[in-house]
T-cell receptor, first 113, second 115 residues
Framework: EAGVAQSPRYKIIEKRQSVAFWCNPISGHATLYWYQQILGQGPKLLIQFQNNGVVDDSQLPKDRFSAERLKGVDSTLKIQPAKLEDSAVYLC???????????FGQGTRLTVV | AQKVTQAQTEISVVEKEDVTLDCVYETRDTTYYLFWYKQPPSGELVFLIRRNSFDEQNEISGRYSWNFQKSTSSFNFTITASQVVDSAVYFCALSYNTNAGKSTFGDGTTLTVKP
């Protein structure tokens, strides 16, 4: 069974630029999560999708971050414009439903210079 | 509010030593779930265990064991006879439901096992 796929693995951008991350969850998984993991900290949930609907985006900085999962499968997370403090690893995870075990991708490491 | 504290930032041991990773949590919920995850250098979080607040039985899985004590709000993780492949960052997490997806994570303990 294929795992959660994320791309790119690494990205370096200048502040005020835009960036997008892509996530393809495990086939059949209805729930998808995006996390931000700052160096030396645990992951922090940014947004949770159930199929193509948003369940929780309370910790998403909506002035600069956006995410979508239009067809209820893969998802993109965008930052526009990026700030230095956005430097982090962005992890995507999926689960069969909201009560099942979550499986994580390898993440995208973003460096904003 | 929920909080997870992993006081040990970094631990270094020599192969075959036993090592215990500490996790202390705070919650006002009577029903909650505790998790441990391993994050190897490749980056993905690997699920290790989930324990609910009503089950204080200790669990052993191979070289791994977990000690859950509600009286001290702790959920400690022990690796017996550590191996180099155990080197990783280990996260403890707390959630109000079975899915760690909406958990509060600790800041992790970096374990280095030297040959």
């Amino acid at each position: 069974e294929a795992g959660v796929a994320q791309s790119p693995r690494y990205k370096i951008i200048e502040k005020r630029q835009s960036v997008a991350f892509w996530c393809n969850p495990i086939s059949g998984h209805a729930t998808l999560y995006w996390y931000q993991q700052i160096l030396g900290q645990g992951p922090k949930l940014l947004i949770q999708f159930q199929n193509n609907g948003v369940v929780d985006d309370s910790q998403l900085p909506k002035d600069r971050f956006s995410a979508e999962r239009l067809k209820g499968v893969d998802s993109t997370l965008k930052i526009q414009p990026a700030k230095l403090e956005d430097s982090a690893v962005y992890l995507c995870a999926s689960s069969f439903n909201s009560l099942a075990e979550a499986f994580f991708g390898q993440g995208t490491r973003l460096t904003v210079v | 509010a929920q909080k997870v504290t992993q006081a040990q930032t970094e631990i270094s041991v020599v192969e075959k030593e036993d090592v215990t990773l500490d996790c202390v949590y705070e919650t006002r919920d009577t029903t909650y779930y505790l998790f441990w995850y391993k994050q190897p250098p490749s980056g993905e979080l690997v699920f290790l265990i989930r324990r609910n607040s009503f089950d204080e039985q200790n669990e052993i899985s191979g070289r791994y064991s977990w000690n859950f004590q509600k009286s001290t709000s702790s959920f400690n993780f022990t690796i017996t006879a550590s191996q180099v492949v155990d080197s990783a960052v280990y996260f403890c997490a707390l959630s109000y439901n079975t899915n760690a997806g909406k958990s509060t994570f600790g800041d992790g303990t970096t374990l280095t096992v030297k040959p």
